[in-house]
């Protein structure tokens, strides 16, 4: 799968969403990843998690520009790529 880019509401940040397969568990689950770059491409913030391999998921920004979420089947999980 080709990575999802989204440019985030005030134009700073691009969200990279992008698919990692994980041998151990291709048949079952997804590892997802999410990266957030700033304009010179420098990475700001990553994370990684698995998602059921048999339910589609999106991903984005909130309005403001500061949380980023990834949902997947009736789950939607939100991030704070800023916060330390």
Known sequence: MAPRKHLSPDGRYVLTTFVER???RALHYLCVGLRVTDA?????????????AREPYKSGWDESSRRVWLASGNR????????K
Do not use: I
């Open 76 to 83: 939607r999980d939100e991030f704070d790529p800023f916060t």
């Open 22 to 24: 994980d041998p151990a």
């Open 40 to 52: 010179s491409g420098g990475v700001v913030w990553e994370h990684r998690t698995r998602t059921p």
